[in-house]
């Protein structure tokens, strides 16, 4: 509509003539009139520049709130992560384990960002096809530790999604072997093997002689004291990423409604 009117008033306006010393009615509408589509012309471009320049600043606002930030490892934490080991979940590991340093060792030998043994770091970059690197390197051992995750994760995926992380994180601490005794002394011991808390006890009891001493438990004696802390630690720092992820995200939420 807008091109059509302004072609019709340019075709008007080619025939009316300005050249003369008279200023007739004609004359002084159809200069009012082109003022006049002149200043709309500018009110729509400066509406429409305004409206695109909104937009763009609307999109940077998304995109600089799209993640809330943990670590300095939070982009290799999401590139690694999968629909049972979520991003957070990884950060919240490299916390307990590490407190996000690279450098870090234990006094059992574990290393780098995710707190891997020497003997599994290696283990697993032959099962990957990967040569033996250095196990400082943030993104590499974010790798090796999630896929000894999935391994974890198959090793136990008998037991229902919600009980098994417990497992898994279990397992990543203190081998999964322990684990498994425990499993098979709850078994024989009329105990439901498949739930973390009735598995507990059995755990614990594994220190004992009287319980590691079974024919069932084929690792030896364990002091559960640690890995059932280190259990409770990554899950309560996994909630607690969780919870400042959403809390961070009701803005965006907001934003977008608007």
Not at 50 to 59: G, I, P, T
Not at 64 to 79: G, L, W
Not at 103 to 131: E, F, N
Not at 198 to 224: I, M, Q, R, W
Request: hydrophobic share 40%.
């Amino acid at each position: 509509v807008y091109l059509c009117a302004r072609k019709i008033f340019y075709r008007f306006m080619e025939k009316t003539q300005y050249n003369g010393p008279d200023m007739s009615r004609k004359k002084v509408f159809v200069l009012l009139s082109t003022a006049l589509i002149i200043v709309i012309m500018f009110l729509v471009k400066t509406c429409a520049g305004s409206d695109e320049k909104h937009k763009e600043q609307e999109e940077l606002v998304l995109n600089s709130i799209e993640y809330v930030e943990i670590s300095p490892y939070d982009e290799i934490f999401r590139q690694n992560s999968d629909s049972l080991f979520d991003w957070k979940l990884l950060a919240a590991i490299a916390y307990v384990e590490s407190k996000f340093d690279t450098s870090a060792v234990s006094h059992r030998g574990a290393m780098g960002l995710m707190q891997i043994m020497p003997r599994t770091y290696r283990y697993m970059l032959d099962k990957m096809g990967l040569p033996d690197t250095i196990v400082q390197n943030p993104e590499l051992n974010v790798q090796v530790a999630v896929r000894y995750l999935n391994e974890l994760n198959g090793s136990f995926n008998f037991i229902n999604e919600e009980e098994r992380i417990n497992y898994i994180l279990g397992g990543y601490n203190g081998g999964p072997n322990h684990i498994f005794d425990a499993m098979r002394l709850a078994r024989n011991n009329g105990i439901n093997r498949y739930n973390w808390q009735s598995l507990t006890p059995v755990l614990n009891s594994l220190k004992h002689e009287s319980a590691y001493s079974d024919s069932v438990c084929k690792f030896g004696p364990f002091d559960a004291t640690e890995t059932l802390r280190y259990v409770r630690l990554v899950k309560s720092k996994y909630n607690e990423y969780k919870a400042l992820d959403q809390m961070f995200r009701e803005p965006e939420k907001l934003l977008e409604t608007n």
